[in-house]
């Protein structure tokens, strides 16, 4: 072995670098692995060709879909991981969220802790991400421990009169919860001291300002000025290799960026790869003690990948939309069901501002959809973004595997309980004329959805290496802890059991807090 550590973590995003954050004052020694680099900073970092045109900084890789197609995932290998591209949404699952729910195509299984044991790590998980926000306004959400610690981001003029006429239709808007570094001025201008200035790039970019709250930022550039951590970047984790009788993790073994092979030990080692390469990693490491994979007695690893049933929209506004910093407001009002069905339906959200040269990237899947007077910038001028979400349900089926070759294949049934978030566009779309905007023109925005692949958008995934009580049908204890190894944990979004219908992010965030505390104890 060429180092030895107490920890080992393997990915800096949500789970890996909030648990890095968490375990840092304790004065162990901490080794986090991250498969990529920094991100570059610079100028198309807020470049709309550049992120979402030509992808420039997803992962230049293909996965396999069930019918052997190549498709490239919407994964992003820098520190701080996906965070690094998220929109910052950062929502608590409902508490019933945590209980058996029944939708329409199927039921959504019961977590094996409660909302009331993960809200005390929510409140510090809202704090530590500098959440902006108001307890209170959604009728839905579970009781909190403590407001946001940081006001609202107040919603600018076409936003407050969309979230006006949204409460003369008897709904609840709401704030949205995002993580930003703002300091706002009593009309809600960015102040001279503010890290964030409300620009058009809050969602899907990287921020030039470090204003926005990823996981690099807030965990792991901090976590790194104990003693007692390290950073290893561009260090491709292979496999995980045991004793021989396989109750321990003993080595990690990893590609480093000049091509050489590095072994690392330690006392516990923590996989935080995102839900697919979590599943991929263990997969891999299979041995004879573990035939199917580490922690895959269970036969559940790689299982039950969900991804939310998404879908972006752009309505056109009859007046022009100046906004700027347009993700501020959201809808849970048929969250859990609506007075016409009585299943849930999900979820709706403001998606950063649209701009002409998004438009323009994805104009050969609008045609005869946008009129020929109406050139795209007018177009964008008009445009009011929305994010519907919908639960995704877990299905063995939908699962993770690798072939022969070490390939990645990714097999999803896509039109999983895809009735609720039909509906909910239909809600969308019924209101369009009370709300400011041109009935029936309601357009489908796929360049948030991998240019209308929604295999591509992994943005969400959760789900592949869940917990549980029972390990005959899950991998991880109840602290996310390998039931089939005594030093091996998984703490990102591969533990979920179900994804709920909003954006996953927090309570990663959140488990990680928590695993953090259980792990700190561990260590003594």
Wanted: hydrophobic share 35%; proline share 6%.
């Amino acid at each position: 072995m060429s180092r030895h550590y107490d920890v080992i973590i393997i990915g800096t995003g949500a789970g890996g670098g909030t648990l890095a954050h968490r375990l840092a004052p304790t004065g162990k020694r901490i080794l986090l692995l991250e498969r990529g680099d920094y991100l570059p900073r610079e100028r198309d970092n807020w470049n709309s060709t550049a992120v979402f045109v030509k992808g420039k900084y997803r992962a230049p890789e293909f996965w396999y879909d069930k019918h052997g197609n190549q498709f490239p995932p919407e994964v992003n290998y820098y520190v701080g991981g996906n965070t690094k591209f998220y929109g910052a949404a950062l929502f608590r699952l409902r508490p019933e969220d945590f209980g058996e729910l029944r939708h329409h195509d199927g039921v959504s299984p019961a977590w094996p802790l409660t909302y009331e044991d993960l809200e005390p790590y929510y409140t510090q998980a809202e704090h530590l991400y500098l959440v902006h926000g108001r307890h209170g306004e959604d009728p839905t959400e579970g009781p909190a421990g403590a407001q946001y610690a940081y006001p609202p981001v107040q919603h600018e003029p076409r936003i407050q009169q969309l979230s006006d006429d949204l409460e003369k239709q008897g709904l609840h808007p709401f704030h949205l919860p995002i993580g930003v570094n703002l300091s706002q001025d009593d009309q809600g201008r960015a102040t001279h001291r503010s890290a964030c200035i409300r620009c058009d790039r809050v969602d899907g970019f990287p921020c030039l300002l470090n204003a926005k709250s990823d996981a690099q930022v807030i965990c792991v550039d901090p976590a790194l000025e104990h003693a007692g951590v390290e950073l290893v970047t561009t260090a491709d984790v292979r496999r995980l290799e045991t004793d021989p009788a396989g109750r321990s993790v003993t080595s990690v073994v990893a590609e480093t960026g000049d091509g050489s092979t590095e072994r690392f030990s330690a006392d516990i080692v923590v996989v935080a790869c995102g839900a697919v390469n979590s599943a991929v990693l263990l997969l891999r490491s299979a041995n004879d003690r573990h035939p199917n994979g580490l922690a895959n007695s269970s036969d559940v690893v790689g299982r039950h990948y969900m991804r939310h049933n998404n879908l972006a929209l752009m309505a056109i506004s009859k007046e022009p939309n100046d906004t700027r910093f347009q993700k501020t407001l959201a809808l849970n009002d048929w969250y859990l069901g609506s007075d016409d069905w009585d299943y849930p339906l999900g979820g709706i959200q403001m998606l950063g501002k649209s701009d002409s040269e998004q438009i323009h990237g994805e104009a050969p899947r609008w045609a005869g959809a946008v009129t020929p007077d109406l050139p795209f910038e007018v177009l964008a001028h008009h445009a009011v973004d929305f994010w519907l979400c919908g639960e995704d349900l877990p299905a063995a089926d939908n699962r993770v595997t690798l072939d022969r070759a070490g390939a990645v294949h990714l097999a999803l049934d896509e039109k999983n309980n895809v009735a609720a978030l039909n509906r909910l566009r239909h809600k969308l779309q019924g209101m369009l004329g009370h709300l400011g905007m041109h009935e029936h023109h309601l357009l489908s925005h796929s360049i948030y959805l991998h240019k209308g692949m929604p295999i591509g958008a992994t943005a969400h995934q959760a789900g592949t290496v869940r917990f549980g009580r029972d390990p005959a049908s899950s991998a991880l204890d109840v602290n996310c802890k390998a039931h089939d190894l005594d030093n091996l944990y998984v703490v990102d979004t591969s533990f979920f059991p179900s994804i709920g219908a909003v954006n996953p992010s927090l309570t990663a965030i959140a488990n990680a807090l928590r695993v953090g505390d259980h792990l700190a104890e561990r260590l003594g």
